[in-house]
């Protein structure tokens, strides 16, 4: 739990010089800033280290994990409660803001706290490491929500009035920092076997998906909509350094697991070669909540048809264009259930991995495995994170859940690899075979090829058949993980994709023809979307405008800084 206790209350500050910017919340790890002797102690570094642990949340024990409860995407939709953008009017408090600059201010303590310690140079260097790893993972969140953001490599104190109340900084500028951040990291924490704490791996994975983001961002922004035209050259850097954190990865002996599923349900992924961090949970001592949420009465954030019709089929073509069975409607089977086992059967074996063999929703339920009976927003299950072979009582109480909870894994890094050398125009058959083939092999689906062969009339993104086929199968491995779709649309400046008006399909379940109840197939579709679920019966409406590709500003610290300044549109 963090300490909510701020320093500066001990001077009986007045409440607004307290709050006056988040760079000035000290916690109690500032009492120790010019202590040598308390940082001369390995025990009390790592100690404080330890506290950066927070930030990889995993499953967590609600929404506050990083998995599921993404329904602002396309790939995902709560139909009892519809979210529209994460901020419609300027809030005077933003957690992302105030967090951020926490654990910055604590990277830079402990950076500066280090420095003047007597530990051995590697010790120095490997904490340092850590320290600017985990500065340039919150700048990079910073960064990625506000755009502009106060940059500083220091303890800011009261006297610091230049960074306290002047402008922001370039985000391009800081950006760049973070990168010089990034490299100290990888060049300095120690390789480890351990998947649960710091290593080198772990850095270089972390670096990747960073510069990825960044690379691609930069090439596909606008001025009209950015602020900013594409910058060419700042996006081969990016790439190339994305690469190369894949390419070390990718040479330290991690291999897939045979089992997609496995990723997510395990007990314990201590031996899963495709772990590179991992998250830790122990039975009935620390414990979260996923199998709770997606096998519960309470309504199932469903599938979307959009996401749902983006996998392939076994003859690696897709919906438009594949000579497998279509068929989308769900059939009864003998036990009156709504059966898709059909369809799943001809398509990726993600899908069925991810979904459920049989489609319910509000008075059409279903038990999975001797759980509750459940509904989901769009018919389309989530299945993806529940272990059957565990106790019931395991499955549906609060914060009863222990499988471990993937943070890094070689899944990610191959698609990180495969669209950075796309994206950089120097990708070969070689390279898509030594990275997302081997997705492709697992998913049971021919090869992609270089030359893919076809061209999706899906494709509305604008970019070539292969970054396309490469963006799917990331949009497949890594359904409803880790809040991946959302800032993937940022960075491709595909953001419109979330408006419900231009992609209706978003707000779309399952093709429920064939209820043969007329009241329930009436409450649960209309004449706009014909027999298709509708999550929203057309009550509910996001629509797109450029200013969300930033958060706002909050409001409280614009009051305490007018330098500032807004964020375009709000």
């Not at 500066?112 to 007597?118: D, H, T």
């Not at 109340?165 to 370039?170: C, I, K, S, V």
Request: proline letters at 3%.
């Amino acid at each position: 739990m963090k300490i909510k206790k701020y320093i500066l209350g001990l001077f009986a500050l007045s409440m607004a010089l307290v709050s006056c910017n988040d760079l000035l919340d000290k916690e109690p790890l500032d009492k120790q800033t010019n202590n040598p002797a308390y940082w001369s102690t390995e025990s009390n570094v790592q100690g404080q280290i330890n506290k950066f642990y927070e930030s990889f949340v995993g499953y967590g024990t609600g929404t506050d994990g990083l998995f599921y409860f993404k329904s602002l995407s396309d790939d995902q939709v709560h139909g009892q409660s519809f979210q529209t953008w994460k901020f419609v009017n300027v809030p005077s408090a933003i957690g992302d803001w105030s967090n951020g600059y926490t654990e910055v201010r604590r990277a830079n303590t402990i950076i500066e706290g280090v420095a003047q310690s007597s530990l051995t140079d590697a010790k120095k260097a490997h904490y340092t490491g850590i320290a600017r790893l985990m500065r340039a993972y919150n700048y990079y969140k910073l960064v990625r929500a506000f755009g502009d953001v106060t940059y500083t490599e220091k303890v800011l104190d009261l006297t610091d009035d230049a960074e306290l109340y002047g402008a922001r900084t370039d985000r391009d500028q800081v950006m760049d920092k973070v990168l010089e951040d990034l490299n100290f990291a990888v060049a300095n924490i120690n390789e480890s076997s351990s998947k649960i704490e710091f290593s080198r791996q772990m850095a270089q994975a972390l670096k990747a998906d960073i510069c990825l983001w960044e690379g691609t961002f930069r090439k596909y922004r606008t001025q009209a909509e950015n602020g900013k035209a594409a910058d060419v050259e700042g996006a081969k850097k990016f790439l190339n350094a994305c690469v190369e954190a894949c390419s070390y990865v990718m040479g330290k002996g991690y291999s897939l697991n045979p089992s997609y599923k496995e990723n997510y349900i395990s007990e314990s992924l201590a031996k899963n070669n495709e772990m590179i961090m991992y998250k830790a949970y122990v039975k009935d001592y620390y414990m979260h909540s996923m199998a709770d949420w997606t096998c519960s009465s309470t309504e199932i954030y469903g599938m979307t048809k959009d996401a749902f019709d983006s996998y392939l089929f076994k003859d690696g073509k897709p919906l438009a264009l594949t000579s497998e069975d279509k068929t989308i409607v769900a059939t009864p089977d003998a036990n009156g259930d709504m059966n898709i086992e059909g369809m799943l059967a001809v398509r990726d074996k993600r899908l069925s991995e991810t979904t459920d063999p049989v489609i319910y929703y509000t008075h059409r339920e279903w038990k999975r495995a001797g759980a509750m009976q459940m509904h989901s927003s769009t018919g389309y299950g989530v299945a993806k994170y529940d272990n059957t072979s565990f106790d019931v009582n395991y499955r549906t109480v609060a914060y009863k859940s222990y499988n471990d909870a993937p943070v890094f894994w070689l899944a990610v890094v191959y698609l990180n690899y495969a669209e950075a050398k796309a994206e950089l125009g120097t990708i070969t058959q070689t390279d898509l075979d030594n990275s997302i083939n081997k997705l492709m092999a697992r998913a049971e689906l021919p090869n992609l090829n270089v030359a893919v062969g076809f061209s999706d009339p899906a494709n509305d993104m604008g970019v070539s058949d292969l970054i396309w086929e490469i963006r799917r199968c990331r949009r497949c491995e890594l359904m409803f993980d880790n809040d991946f779709r959302y800032w993937d649309l940022i960075r491709w400046h595909q953001l419109d994709k979330l408006d419900t008006a231009k992609n209706p399909d978003i707000q779309l379940g399952a093709d429920i023809k064939n209820e043969p109840d007329a009241a329930i197939l009436a409450e649960h579709t209309n004449a706009a979307t014909g027999t298709y679920y509708d999550a929203s019966q057309g009550s509910q409406v996001r629509k797109f405008e450029a200013k969300h590709y930033l958060y706002p500003i909050p409001a409280g610290q614009l009051l305490l800084n007018p330098n500032l300044g807004q964020n375009p549109g709000w």
